[in-house]
């Protein structure tokens, strides 16, 4: 998601500012213009922009200070009645978040159950890596139990709806293969009960 510049962000506030010092400018020049018409037309002009740039200045300072700050206040408070309610002990901003914090409870961890599609680990832990973070784990003394879809199962494939379009089926299947794979892997260099 790309960020608001400082312009962009404050781009009303200027431009409310401007409308409201054309304003004021017009006004001024209409005095010193001796043709009485467009002396009365500059004037007009200026009477229109100079309140339409300060009620748009303290519209937007409105909806941005005051009403953005006390909606986001409000959203706060019921996300935390919320939280508490269900148990919630923190809200991640984005999976890459969840990812590290994830490893770091599998590190503290003693029983982890896995239900996956295909179990893996984040990057940089692909392939052998994650074999290897696996048996680093099980030396630990964490114990894992995986629950995997059967790659035969047509029901493993209903994911795939949710998934990038430009991959078939079958290289999803496979994906689970793998990952079924790495996992007698680890079950064999393991060589202990800690893998289920």
Known sequence: MRKETRIEKHFAYVLSIAL???GITLISISYLIPSNLVSLIVRGFGLAFCPSGAIAFIFEFYIQEKWAQDLKKSLESDITVVSDKLGI???YKNRDEWD????NLYHGAKNVSYLAVSPKLPPPYNDDKMIDKFLE????????KFLVCDPENPFATQN??????????EEFSQGIWKSIDQLKRVKEENGGPCLR
């Open 160 to 169: 795939y709806g949710y998934q990038r379009k430009d991959s078939p089926v």
């Open 100 to 103: 590290v914090e994830r490893l």
């Open 137 to 144: 784990l099980l030396r630990e003394g964490v114990s894992f």
């Open 20 to 22: 409201f010092l054309i």
């Open 89 to 91: 002990k923190r809200i």
